[in-house]
Antibody
Framework: EVQVVDSGGGLVKPGESLRLSCTVSGLIFSDAWMSWVRQAPGKGLDWVGRIKSERSGGTIDYAAPVKGRFIISRDDSRNIVYLQMNSLESEDTAIYYC???????????????????WGQGTQVTVSS | DIQMTQSPSTLSASVGDRVTITCRASQSIGSWLAWYRQKPGQAPELLIYHASSLKTGVPSRFSGSGSGTEFTLTINSLEPDDFGAYYCQQYSSYSSVYTFGQGTNLHI
């Protein structure tokens, strides 16, 4: 059974930093693409960023609102993915979900991008 | 970036009804579209991927269709457990970023 457990949220002041962690079990983590998705209070889902497996090139992509401030990284030896959040703003207040990006084959072609397993979410509040 | 627009934003229906939610992409995304359901206070759960493929374990009353820029999620014979928010998400291989629709709140 795949389990995704995200942690590290808390209350920080504007301009401060915070690092979220996500531990994954039940799959071959080194082959996993992982993402972070957030949800502001009472709002919809916003994709934050994604890190591919090293075998897929290790590419990291970010949504425009966080590019240059947030950094996604991974430690395949510990099955952990991180979200380092710098220069936090009040608009970053949200529940942050760590997700596994599903990979699948159709017609022999590899596809990936849907999120098939989610963490329970960790609350990040940015307020003075 | 590719924008995703869902309609309607809110939907009221009764147990046993058939409902349809639409998602439109600002440019062609092939079949790289997923649908999620989020119950209050819970993390979202994947229902459909690649526009029409049902995730293992998801009830067959859920179905997805479409390609290119227009997609639909259909829920046949609504059950009380189906209330919540529904989101579409694009993951086009020609885009480096993923995008969610703004969501549809389904009230039973």
């Amino acid at each position: 059974e795949v389990q995704v457990v995200d942690s590290g949220g808390g209350l920080v002041k504007p301009g401060e930093s915070l690092r979220l962690s996500c531990t994954v079990s039940g799959l071959i983590f080194s082959d996993a693409w992982m993402s972070w998705v957030r949800q502001a209070p009472g709002k919809g889902l916003d994709w934050v960023g994604r890190i591919k497996s090293e075998r897929s090139g290790g590419t990291i992509d970010y949504a425009a609102p966080v590019k240059g401030r947030f950094i996604i990284s991974r430690d395949d030896s510990r099955n952990i993915v991180y979200l380092q959040m710098n220069s936090l703003e009040s608009e970053d207040t949200a529940i942050y979900y760590c997700t596994h990006v599903q990979g699948y084959y159709i017609g022999g072609d590899f596809n990936a991008g849907s999120h098939d397993f989610w963490g329970q979410g960790t609350q990040v509040t940015v307020s003075s | 970036d590719i924008q995703m627009t869902q309609s309607p934003s809110t939907l009221s229906a009764s147990v046993g009804d058939r409902v349809t939610i639409t998602c439109r992409a600002s440019q062609s995304i092939g079949s790289w579209l997923a649908w999620y359901r989020q119950k209050p206070g819970q993390a979202p759960e994947l229902l459909i991927y690649h526009a029409s493929s049902l995730k293992t374990g998801v009830p067959s009353r859920f179905s997805g269709s479409g390609s290119g820029t227009e997609f639909t999620l259909t829920i046949n014979s609504l059950e009380p457990d189906d209330f919540g928010a529904y989101y579409c998400q694009q993951y086009s291989s020609y885009s480096s970023v993923y995008t969610f629709g703004q969501g549809t709140n389904l009230h039973i």
